[in-house]
Each structure stands twice: as C-alpha cells, then as structure tokens.
C-alpha cells in the first residue's frame, strides 16, 4: 500500500543552526499534507500544513517545502533550539478519497547546546 | 477549550482483562480516531469513525472495539488485553477538510495512554 516514510531517524544539530527533516511520500493522490512535533511523553502537535496547490508555506521559524514532482515534503527549522528537540512525523491524506492520514514512522531531533 | 482528553493516563493490566480507554473532544469534530504507537512503527490506525453511529476499522483493529454514541466521544474497548497490546495509544479528532491549509483542517491529537499488559 502507500507509505509515507522519512529518510533519516535522528538528526543531530547545534543549537542556532538551521535543521531540515525530509519526508518522502508516494501517493500521488494525497493532497494535504502536515507535519506534527512529537515531545517526548506528549501528543502529537500541529505544527504547520500545506496543500498541493503550493509549494511552500512559512510560519513562526518554519517553512515547509512540497515537490510534487519528486514526491518530496520537508521540513525546515530556523534557528533551532533546544526546545525543538522532539520527534517529527510527516502526514499525508488523500482530501478526496478516504481522509485518513498516513503517518511516518518520525525523525528524531536532536539539538545540542 | 480542552481539545481532545484522554483517560487514564497510564494503566496496567493482567493478561485477558479488559478495559476502556477514554476520548472525548469539545471541538464537535465529525472525525475521530485511535492510533497506537509503538518503538519504530509510527501511528498506526486502529480504529476511526467519521460521525455518531458510524465507525470502520483501520490497519490494526484485532482485539479492539470501539462505538460512536455521541460526537463528543469514542471510547476504545480492549476485549482481552494481551502483552502485544503494550503500546501508547493517541486519540485524535478532526474536522472535514474543507478550504485551504488552516489549523482548523488538521487533526488534534490526546496526551497519550500509555498501557502495559502483563
């Protein structure tokens, strides 16, 4: 069936840098996607989503990018902070066939001081 | 506004026990569903409903049962707990997609219940 899946389990950066988590999807027909940051002991958090109709979308110190033509999401973290630390997982759902989403398995951040 | 609330928090069962899990959402959110969570697997869909009355199973529903009385709850029923069913357990709830990326498309999920079975 599809999947959506991560490239890399944990990524390691120093605190200021900038962090990238990629995610690879390969249902063509998913439509919406979203990414979630996960602490340790917690729910999953919205942290931002974006439609096929774009490429890019920007919020507070993230943007996510969508290629639609390599199947490709990612995740980008300005300035990262120990507080980012947490495991992201990507989401993709289909919004006209069954709604429901398909998760990676997650990235795990970690952000040295 | 407290958004998706699950009980217990953690809880430890004996081999062939049963027992419910609790969810309930105060966003009037049609879409409700239960995922568990284990080492290395990711979410995985065990059960959702997209109304009161109507529920349909997911990627993993052996040994669960759910039921969709009312909007605000969904409610997740071991039969007969058994060690593989040690997991963390999230509840989510979303509203239909419609429009363009909003936060009020996405999906809201519990705290997390996190169960071992002995």
């Known amino acids: 069936g599809e999947s959506v899946g991560l490239h890399l389990p944990t990524l390691s950066v120093q605190e200021g840098d900038n962090s990238i988590i990629n995610c690879a999807y390969s249902n063509s027909a998913s439509d919406y996607f979203i990414w979630y940051k996960q602490e340790s002991g917690k729910g999953p958090q919205f942290i931002i989503d974006?439609?096929?109709?774009?490429d890019k979308r920007q919020g507070q110190r993230v943007t996510v990018l969508l290629n639609k033509t390599v199947k490709h999401l990612s995740l980008q973290i300005a300035a990262t902070q120990p507080g980012d630390s947490a495991v992201y997982f990507c989401a993709e759902i289909d919004s006209g066939g069954s709604y429901i989403p398909t998760f990676g398995r997650g990235t795990s951040l970690i952000v040295h001081p | 506004n407290a958004g998706v609330t699950q009980t217990p928090k953690f809880q430890v069962l004996k081999t062939g026990q049963s027992m419910t899990l609790q969810c309930a959402q105060d966003?009037?959110?049609?879409?409700m569903s239960w995922y568990r969570q284990d080492p290395g697997m990711g979410l995985r869909l065990i059960h959702y409903?997209?109304?009161?009355?109507?529920?349909d199973q997911g990627e993993v529903p052996n040994g669960y049962n759910v039921s969709r009385s009312t909007t605000e709850d969904f409610p997740l029923r071991l039969l007969s707990a058994a060690p593989s069913q040690t997991s963390v357990y999230f509840c989510a709830s979303r509203a239909p997609l419609r429009g363009g990326p909003s936060s009020g498309n996405t999906i809201y999920f519990g705290e997390g219940s996190w169960l071992t079975v002995v």
């Open positions: 966003m009037n959110h049609e879409y």
């Open positions: 409903s997209v109304g009161a009355g109507i529920t």
């Open positions: 974006i439609r096929s109709n774009m």
